[in-house]
């Protein structure tokens, strides 16, 4: 049996480990690289850019689940948010400054839609090093992170559809990504239940 | 640098860096996606090898342009540089070179833990998987885009159980200045 005693990390059973603090880093190269593996390897397997951002985001789900977790572990005592604008609160900076370093740049809601909110970054870690080619259209590389923010949300109980677009800002050679979070209708009736 | 540190810290430290936690968990989904698409477990060691084999050749050159090296003199020293400058330079660990043979063109490549691998464990329906296969095909790419043809694979795996990972590379062929452009796609 294994988990049982004191002795080496890896007799342990994985669940009795200790949680790391989350302090460890690796170069953003081989972050980098590896991103770029998995983009390349999902277009072999994809007709078209629809499902090809549909890959990304399904592996961006299984990190977000973990992530949250994670987190909600290290972070918060074992507590996850069960507010709307707490669990978005929770990814705009509790998750980003985890997995980017930083807070977001911006978290609005919007102005059109109540179930709608983004999320912006002038420059998302995952496409700092990508050029899409003029043949992708609008594809971004962002969906691996809607795909996170997707996983997070579905896990703690908010089901939506979330994706990543890119929204040009005046004045910058560069757009910026915009994460798209539109709430599934049950989320905000029971919002609005709770007043 | 100063005397003492360890010849990799310097290079990592200087590199920009992400939360290693993002990194694992990404790699975690990618091998994820290979077992959902592949199914066997052969299938899935061999294209996180080839994965590797892409990094590698492009790689190699983010690691000369910023590790500040020389030319290593011989194969030894190419070992100790892949564990010591390398490994710490993109993964922020070292390891150990040892088992040489009496040719010096074998070792081992000896790591008591590497990113990859927190929080993972594998399950009954994969225990032939080789979880970090990608790092030998990091290895295999770098090197032959530095004239050394060579075969890397794991012998011993911390997640089926072993002390350590060791990662067996063997020199086949040095090819000098031969440019090695075989993709005949």
Redesign the interface.
């Known amino acids: 049996m294994i988990g049982v005693g004191r002795g ?3 007799l342990l ?2 669940v009795d480990r200790p949680l ?1 603090k ?1 302090k ?8 980098a ?6 983009v ?3 277009q072999t ?1 994809v007709d078209n850019i629809a499902e090809l951002e549909r ?1 990304l985001e ?3 789900i ?2 977000g689940l ?2 949250l977790e ?1 987190l909600c572990h290290r972070e918060k005592a074992n507590r996850r948010e069960t507010r709307l604008l707490g669990i978005l609160s929770f990814v705009h900076s509790t998750v980003w400054r ?4 930083k807070v977001a740049d911006s978290l609005e809601k919007g102005t059109e839609h109540e179930d709608e909110y983004m999320i912006s970054e002038r420059e998302l ?1 995952v496409n700092r090093f990508i050029s899409v080619p003029k043949d992708m259209g609008a594809f971004n590389c962002g969906s691996f992170v809607a795909g996170i923010v997707k996983g997070i949300l579905d896990g703690a109980g908010f089901p939506a559809r979330v994706s990543a677009h890119f929204v040009s800002v005046e004045g910058q050679a560069r757009p910026r990504t915009t994460i798209l979070i539109k709430f599934a209708e049950e989320v905000l009736q029971r919002e609005a239940r709770l007043g | 640098m100063p005397p003492n540190s360890r010849p990799g810290d310097a290079v990592f430290a200087s590199v920009d860096r992400v939360n290693a936690e993002l990194f694992t968990l990404t790699y975690g989904a990618i091998v994820r996606q290979l077992l959902t698409d592949f199914e066997e477990v052969d299938e899935v060691n061999k294209q996180l090898d080839t994965m590797g084999y892409n990094i590698g050749i492009r790689l190699i050159d983010d690691f000369l342009a910023k590790a500040n090296i020389t030319r290593c003199s011989d194969f030894r020293e190419t070992a100790e540089t892949i564990v010591k400058v390398g490994f710490k330079m993109f993964l922020g660990v070292t390891g150990t070179v040892a088992n040489w043979n009496t040719d010096n063109t074998e070792c081992s490549l000896i790591l008591d833990d590497n990113p990859l691998v927190d929080f993972v464990e594998l399950p009954e329906t994969c225990q032939g998987l080789y979880y970090c296969n990608i790092l030998c095909g990091v290895i295999r790419g770098a090197l032959e885009m530095v004239s050394m043809r060579t075969e890397v694979k794991f012998v011993k795996d911390v997640l089926r159980g072993d002390d350590v990972f060791e990662i067996r590379l063997k020199l086949l062929e040095q090819v000098p200045e031969e440019y090695p452009y075989k993709d005949d796609e």
């Open positions: 080496p990390k890896q059973n994985v790391g989350g460890n880093e690796v170069s953003l190269s081989a972050f690289f590896l991103f770029s593996e998995l390349q390897y999902s397997r890959r399904d592996a961006g299984g990190v973990r992530i994670l985890c997995l980017f370093g870690l």
